[in-house]
């Protein structure tokens, strides 16, 4: 009977499962509800897809066994076709789907990135006709997005594309529907950053926000960008930020670039003070609010956080030092028109002088008519190489030396320097990061400085001891370097020469050029030198001076450095170098002589001078050999690439940034 019985029901369960027309079910495959049917991919369509997910409420547990909070698989799709990815299908976007059903486990993140930056050869699918117009933009930001924090592996709970523009309903950023427009992007951020949501409420930017008749203000993506973000106190996102805010307080951030603070954070420097150090990254209260911190019942605690030997005056410090504002920064106002204005007419004075000179010397030149094809053409003659094998000594090793040093320590405090006062070009990024960071940048400069005083006060010093040693010297006479009436006569000489009203002057040892020249040095070393000296040891000066000095040196130190190049690399290379009669190099400086008949030439008066007094003869010494020839040159025109080259990238930061 009990096999009977077993019989029956394996015959019964073989019929049920194994119909007259159908294949076995195995148990991996998957059993289709009532009125399903499975399609293959080629066959899916959006309708399909709609079926399940165009139902309201339609989800799934993502718990065990049915329990747990549910995931909302709803799709509206009226509101989908009117987002920017309306004219996509579902399987554009779900590329892993290979048929319908697809119950078991999730499907692959869509990959939004690849399809972005396909748009900029064409190969993502079709897309509506504004988003093929801004292809270049969303390629970039795009790429923007990939080398952000939030698009780096390492964080699992990072927000990828849709956690910050829906999945479905993305809109152009300015549709007030658009999850990151500039009403509803401090809610879509605040789903990860809830206290920074909180504070921003609190905050001036927050509370305006909600009166934007007052006018407008700064959401989440106005001040940390929308794709760019990187890790809150690292360098690219100070940049970005401060950008960001510029775009809303121009004169703010310009007059904050302006100081010490920052060029020097935008360089990498931690130790300074940037934006949200003094107004609060979230918290932001206008400025005489009593909970702000610059607040003046505040400040002297704000500034204490960074300077706590400060003396109490210091709190007068721009921290925003705009010089066009006279009412609040007299003293900038002042010195920078002055400053300017010696800079400008110092320019035009020895820019038309060499431009003069160079043309005066030109025209000069004889002109030899050379025959070609049976027609004359005229032709300047070539400048006179001299090579009467004797030479005068102008300079001895140690004055050359002292040059040397001198030359080398301008050069390389003006790419130091400039690279600080010009930041934000793209050639002082390079460098600073290329050397090590703007500490090592910082070590160069210093050394570099101490190089540059030793070498200007270090030779006055020298100088002074010997003539006060030798006794009887002449100290407005022929061989003395400070002013006297013949550089007047001599200056006025050379422009009536320029015009062609008269002869070029007779020149003595030392010209009107060289001596300013010479004491343009000590100028600008005093200038550059106390003002820095004021900044390097701002600790111990801080306790000192009112805050409003340090603005003032940090002006008069990049002003006056900016007069240094622009006269150093222009007018005294034109002045030795590059004007017809001496170019391409003079090698005086390397070698220590110059030929006998052009010492002859530049300086008649002193070779007439000498011979009267039968002393030239001691000054005459044998020729360069050829070595000490080749390497001077090579010495002089790498000195002269260097200075060039320095000259176009002050050139660069001007163009971008200014001079004050």
């Not at 203000?217 to 990187?230: L, P, V």
């Not at 030109?362 to 030899?368: A, E, H, L, N």
């Not at 015009?499 to 000590?522: H, I, L, N, S």
Request: aromatic share 12%.
């Amino acid at each position: 009977m009990r096999v009977l019985l077993a019989l029956l029901l394996f015959l019964t369960g073989a019929s049920y499962a194994y119909g007259a027309d159908e294949e076995p079910v195995l148990e991996s495959q998957e059993r289709l509800l009532p009125g399903e049917k499975r399609l293959p991919k080629a066959e899916i369509t959006d309708v399909d897809c709609l079926d399940c997910h165009g139902k309201a409420g339609f989800s799934v547990p993502t718990g065990e066994q049915g329990r747990g909070p549910s995931r909302h698989l709803d799709l509206n799709a009226d509101a989908f076709h009117q987002s920017v990815h309306g004219d996509y299908s579902c399987m554009d976007c779900h590329a892993d789907i290979e048929k319908l059903p697809h119950r078991k486990g999730h499907l692959d993140a869509v990959d939004c990135v690849s399809c972005h930056l396909q748009q900029g050869d064409g190969s993502s699918p079709s897309r509506r006709k504004w988003l093929a117009q801004d292809t270049i933009k969303i390629v970039v930001q795009t790429k923007s997005y990939t080398h952000s924090i939030h698009a780096r592996d390492s964080d699992k709970d990072n927000a990828d594309c849709a956690d910050c523009h829906t999945a479905h309903y993305v809109y152009p950023s300015d549709d007030t529907r658009s999850s990151v427009h500039k009403l509803n992007a401090p809610e879509s951020c605040g789903h990860c950053h809830a206290e920074a949501l909180e504070e921003y409420r609190n905050s001036i930017h927050g509370a305006s926000l909600k009166t934007p008749w007052k006018g407008d203000s700064a959401t989440c993506t106005d001040c940390h960008s929308a794709h760019q973000i990187d890790e809150k106190e690292g360098t690219k996102a100070h940049r970005v930020v401060t950008e960001q805010c510029e775009s809303c307080h121009e004169r703010e951030v310009k007059s904050y670039m302006a100081t010490t603070h920052g060029q020097l954070a935008w360089l990498g420097n931690k130790d300074v003070a940037r934006c949200h150090d003094c107004h609060q990254p979230h918290t932001t209260h206008a400025v005489d609010d009593p909970k702000s911190m610059v607040d003046k019942s505040n400040i002297k605690k704000t500034c204490g956080e960074c300077h706590q030997d400060a003396g109490v005056n210091f709190t007068n410090f721009r921290a925003h030092s705009d010089i066009s504002d006279y009412e609040r920064n007299p003293e900038l106002w002042w010195v920078s028109r002055i400053m300017v204005a010696i800079v400008i007419l110092t320019l035009i004075f020895f820019y038309s002088h060499s431009m003069l000179w160079f043309w005066r010397e030109v025209k000069s030149r004889p002109i030899t008519w050379v025959k070609v094809d049976g027609r004359n053409y005229p032709v300047r003659a070539k400048r006179v190489k001299h090579d009467s094998g004797k030479h005068f000594q102008r300079f001895s090793w140690q004055w050359r030396l002292n040059h040397w040093a001198l030359a080398l320590s301008v050069m390389t405090l003006v790419f130091t320097g400039m690279a600080v006062m010009y930041p934000g070009t793209a050639w002082a990024m390079f460098t600073v990061k290329l050397i090590g960071g703007w500490q090592i940048f910082g070590y160069i400069h210093r050394t570099a400085a101490v190089i540059f005083l030793l070498a200007v006060f270090g030779h006055a010093v020298v100088v002074v001891l010997r003539l006060v040693s030798k006794g009887g010297f002449q100290w407005f006479g022929p061989d003395s370097l400070l002013p006297r009436k013949k550089d007047w006569d001599d200056m006025k000489g050379q422009f009536r020469w320029f015009f062609g009203k008269g002869e070029q002057p007779r020149f003595d040892r030392w010209t009107y050029w060289e001596k300013f020249d010479y004491w343009a040095v000590y100028w600008g070393a005093f200038i550059i030198g106390m003002s820095g000296i004021i900044l390097w040891f701002s600790p111990y000066f801080s306790r000192i001076f009112p805050g409003w000095v340090f603005n003032l040196a940090t002006l008069a130190h990049g002003v006056e450095a900016f007069l240094a190049v622009m006269t150093l690399f222009v007018v005294h290379f034109f002045n030795n170098h590059f004007r017809p009669s001496k170019f391409p190099l003079d090698t005086v400086m390397f070698v220590g002589s110059w030929d006998l008949e052009e010492f002859k030439e530049e300086r008649p008066e002193e070779y007439k001078r000498l011979v009267a007094r039968g002393e030239l003869e001691k000054h005459l010494v044998a020729p360069p050999s050829k070595r000490a020839n080749t390497v001077s040159h090579i010495l002089g025109f790498t000195l002269l690439g260097i200075g060039l080259i320095l000259l176009v990238l002050v050139i660069i930061g001007f163009a971008q940034r200014g001079l004050v």
